[in-house]
């Protein structure tokens, strides 16, 4: 079946505009995280949702950063005002179930550079 | 807090060498261990878990046993081949108050040469 969608692959952009970045999640997994993948910064935790709700958000870097999920399915990342330290790729997963046990599936992230 | 430490790369082998990726952890609880492999050009997959002590994960010729009295989950494989060069990170999740979230290594990349 499909996999997890990220989009746009690659985004561009001057500093100070906002983006947003778009994930869909493999059918029925309920949990859909975000991380950020940056050479100094290595693989980070941004934001976490069940359903709809965020139960974690203790990743998201600023009041920069907001996400949100809608009807259980698709999510959206927006950055207001990017600076040139949030140039990262991108990365979504989902899980069927919320245990830590469970598998994530990643997405194949998007690629942000701000200039 | 909770962390992932992992040997630093790039680590180089000649073909049907012996592959060793440390990776020890810190953590609260009791969490689950993983193994994820990022290809050339490719997205994050999921090589192998574990989720509690002493279980042995295995996938593709890879191993890792979650020694919890080390508190360490090193990948292992007997005979690598080209095919396996890649970023490895060493992931936990299911800490005690960190929900499900995964805390990585720093990843190690792999060169595996003819």
């Known amino acids: 079946g499909a996999g997890v969608s990220q989009s746009p692959s690659n985004k561009v952009t001057e500093k100070g505009k906002d983006v947003e970045l778009r994930c869909d999640p493999i059918?029925?997994?309920?949990?859909l995280y975000w991380y950020r993948q940056s050479l100094g910064q290595g693989l980070e935790f941004l934001i976490y949702?069940?359903?709809?709700?965020?139960?974690?958000k203790s990743g998201l870097p600023s009041d920069r950063f907001s996400a949100e999920r809608t009807g259980g399915s698709v999510s959206t990342l927006t950055i207001q005002r990017t600076q040139q330290e949030d140039s990262a790729v991108y990365l979504c997963?989902?899980?069927?179930?919320?245990?830590?046990?469970?598998?994530?599936?990643f997405g194949p992230g998007t690629r942000l550079t701000v200039l | 807090g909770n962390s992932v430490t992992q040997m630093e790369g790039p680590v180089t082998l000649s073909e049907e060498a012996f592959l060793t990726i440390n990776c020890t952890y810190t953590a609260t609880g009791y969490p689950s261990l993983f193994w994820y492999v990022q290809y050339p050009g490719e997205g994050l997959q999921l090589l192998l878990k574990?989720?509690?002590?002493?279980d042995k994960g295995s996938n593709k010729g890879f191993e890792a046993t979650y020694r919890k009295e080390t508190t360490s989950f090193h990948l292992e494989k007997g005979s690598v081949q080209v095919s396996d060069s890649a970023v490895y990170f060493c992931?936990?999740?299911?800490?005690?108050?960190?929900?499900?979230?995964?805390?990585f290594g720093t990843g190690t990349q792999l060169k595996v040469e003819l």
């Open positions: 992931a936990l999740s299911g800490v005690t108050g960190g929900g499900n979230k995964l805390t």
């Open positions: 997963a989902s899980s069927f179930w919320t245990s830590g046990t469970d598998t994530q599936y």
């Open positions: 574990a989720t509690k002590a002493d």
């Open positions: 059918s029925g997994h309920t949990a």
């Open positions: 949702f069940q359903g709809n709700s965020a139960p974690d």
